[in-house]
């Protein structure tokens, strides 16, 4: 940079910075004048209209037979008030009906029709004003019982232009002020600025050529000392930041190797420029095939032409199935040094498990919603039935209808009362009770109490326990729950005349509770499924046993609070085996093994 150029820059900026100052100044001075002078003439002219006195010796003298004389005599006496110097501001009595001037403060004897005086014509009081105008004027109408007048005043703004000519003469000399002496400064600032700059620049051109060395010698403490200062700590730091950056690209690339998400980099021109080995996994083809290029591999989704054409931050996303895996693909373009640089990234994303999650989502509403259809129906259709009969249905059969209702609406509660506690699992607002308790004695209490219904079926069964106790900790109502829900399936999928056996005891540190049947067994491939939310091996048998499908589910989640486990067993036609397991002692935040 040459400093002739720089005089030059700086001066033409600071003349450049005071002409539009001064020229702002000006505008803005003149136009406020302009304003407060207009503003303040009709001010002034409704405060002395609207003194009393005033109003009502001119509505008096138009009742007058020289009515136009009074006026002229009141307004007379009242030309200091109203600023009439007989200049610059004159007063006139008009007549109402035709404008025509009677009398004033000087001797004209016409007057310019104004819009003021055109709203004194029509009844009205004229105190609109333009500042573009060259007068500043008001008309008010009096109006007597025979005749009616029009009282005027009209000012020529030579005050407002007088002193407008006297800022715009200040303004000009200050601005020749400035302006000398903004030709002297900038001359002295752009001697202090070009040294360390011209020195800067010499660094900077050896810097450019590799050599750090040089250092620039700090003299000043200002904004270039801090730029001198800041470009010799870059000198220092240049090489180091090399080896971080070459670092950085390693620690890069051992991301991109092991990213668990695919990438794949394309040229403009479609050839494989990077790929990782996630995207081979994800793709279940071998990328180091020289043929494969962009349109073999994604040209399905999108032409090339279509995603170098896209904007950033934009991309296409389209997805794919591929090995029993369904991946989401994202397509962008990015672009390089030059035009002819830049080409496509394909980022390959595995969202095999979320559409499953949403599968399953969607599954669990229309679950729920078919097994509160079947009850809700059941309760409309009987209610509807004692509705219409009435009277005409005996005391047996509305007894039995509403029990029917009352059994639906306590199937419905406990449907709901089981979503409700699933969902706090899910939650996390669940809190266990911990306590010390005696499985045996549960297990024991449950067996018996469950013992005459299974009777009742023709079933048998059958109870192993120690004698001794055996204490452990946890929620003993949610390990009841369980070994109920347990014990009820057992009961519900075991033909009459089957037989249950219950065994409880303690292994290793662990409490351990068994159910055996002898019913009619699960599938193989049903089990992993058998604590699925309303998942049923059959359903239409399920739910004419009362099964709602939840059970299990909120069996497995006790049991993962418990730091526990659930493992079912079984062979269709030769019965299930299910078997719960948790620790003795308290362990919270475990995963139940299912």
Known sequence: MKSRGLHVKLMLIMLLLIFSLMTAVCAFLIRGVVSYYLNDFYASMKDVFSLQEFSDGLRFSADEESGYEQMNEILSAWSGRLGVDGVNRNYYVLDGETAEVLIGSDNEKTIEITPNIVSALNGKDGYSGERSADYMDVALPIKGNEKSYIIYIIDNKQTVQSLNTQLFRIIIEALAIGLAISVILSLMLSKM???????????????????????????????IGVLTSAFNNMANQLRDTLDEIENERNKLSAVFLHMTDGLVVFSRDGIM??????????????????????????????????????????????????????????????????????????LIHDVTQQRRSEQTRREFVANVSHELRTPITNVRSYAETLADAGKDMSEEETARFLGVIINESDRMTKIVQDLLLLSKFDAGQTELNVEEFDIIRSTREIYEGMLL??????????????????????????????????????VRYTPDGGVISISAGEKDGWAVVCVRDTGIGIPKEDIPRLFDRFYRVDKARSRALGGSGLGLSIAREIMIKH??????????????????????????GGAAIV
């Open 273 to 346: 420029i990077h790929y990782n080995p996630a995207a081979e996994r994800l793709l279940g083809v071998g990328l180091n095939n020289p043929v494969l290029d962009y349109p073999l591999i994604f040209g399905e989704i999108a032409p090339m032409e279509n995603v170098l054409s896209i904007k950033s931050p934009g991309v296409i996303r389209a997805e794919r199935e591929t090995n029993d895996k369904s991946l989401e693909i994202i397509l962008a373009p990015f672009a390089g040094s030059e035009e002819t640089q830049g080409g496509i990234l394909a």
């Open 563 to 588: 730091s526990g486990s659930i493992t079912i067993e079984s062979e269709p036609g030769k019965g299930t085996s299910v078997t719960i397991t948790f620790p003795l002692r308290w362990q919270n």
């Open 453 to 490: 219904n299974v009777e009742k079926r023709g079933m048998r069964m059958t109870l192993d326990v120690p004698t001794l106790p055996v204490v452990c900790e946890g929620d003993k109502q949610r390990i009841e729950q369980v070994i109920v829900n347990v014990l009820s399936n057992a």
């Open 193 to 223: 600025l070009v040294t360390p700059i011209q020195s800067l620049t010499r660094a900077a051109n050896r810097a450019a050529k590799g050599d750090l060395s040089q250092r620039i010698e700090l003299n000043a403490h200002d904004e």
